[in-house]
T-cell receptor
């Protein structure tokens, strides 16, 4: 099946710093999604990307759909304590039942 | 604002016992899914349904059964639990058409099989 490599696996940063994480795939995707999971909760959609090269922002979050359609990046600017959680990328080549999830990036924000 | 509701939140089973997890959504979504989440492995699709009365296998279906008798409910069953099924289980739903890959998740069920 399709494989998604998400990195880094974990990050420890100081409050106020910027964060960058990425996902790469062995296959081409038509859609890239970024989810955040708070402790004890299910993932919540942050950003959806539908077009190669697309750059989309949601507040302090910015995500990009790679030109090759095999990668995506998520950046968080000026991190705050509530950014703590696990961030998942997910790629789809057609529909939700074909979604492949990355293994997640655990983000810790230190005061 | 219920969205997707899963019950129970926690469960402990002995090997060989059976149980059913219930998922309910109030968004009138056609598609529903069951995932399992294991450390370092992201989310893996167990079974899914594209409408009332339909079910299909996902990536890791062995040892699980599902039913979708009503559009708003999706049940996940374990007939004979095994320690390898210790995991966090998430139900999700989505609409059809454009944007259908945007999943709405429940808050999860932590299952331990001893």
């Amino acid at each position: 099946g399709q494989q998604l490599n998400q990195s880094p696996q974990s990050m420890f940063i100081q409050e106020g710093e910027d964060v960058s994480m990425n996902c790469t795939s062995s296959s081409i995707f038509n859609t890239w999604l970024w989810y955040k999971q708070d402790p004890g909760e299910g993932p919540v959609l942050l950003i959806a990307l539908y077009k190669a090269g697309e750059l989309t922002s949601n507040g302090r979050l910015t995500a990009q759909f790679g030109i090759t359609r095999k990668d995506s990046f998520l950046n968080i600017s000026a991190s705050i304590p509530s950014d703590v959680g696990i961030y998942f990328c997910a790629g789809s080549s057609g529909s939700a039942r074909q979604l492949t999830f990355g293994s997640g990036t655990q983000l810790t924000v230190l005061p | 604002n219920a969205g997707v509701t899963q019950t129970p939140k926690f469960r402990v089973l002995k090997t060989g016992q059976s149980m059913t997890l219930l998922c309910a959504q109030d968004m009138n979504h056609e598609y529903m899914y069951w995932y399992r989440q294991d450390p370092g492995m992201g989310l893996r699709l167990i079974h899914y349904s594209v409408g009332e009365g339909t079910t299909a296998k996902g990536e890791v279906p062995d040892g699980y059964n599902v039913s979708r008798l009503k559009k708003q409910n999706f049940l996940l069953g374990l007939e004979s639990a095994a320690p390898s099924q210790t995991s966090v289980y998430f139900c999700a739903s989505s609409s059809t058409g454009t944007g259908g890959e945007k999943l709405f998740f429940g808050s999860g069920t932590q299952l331990s099989v001893l």
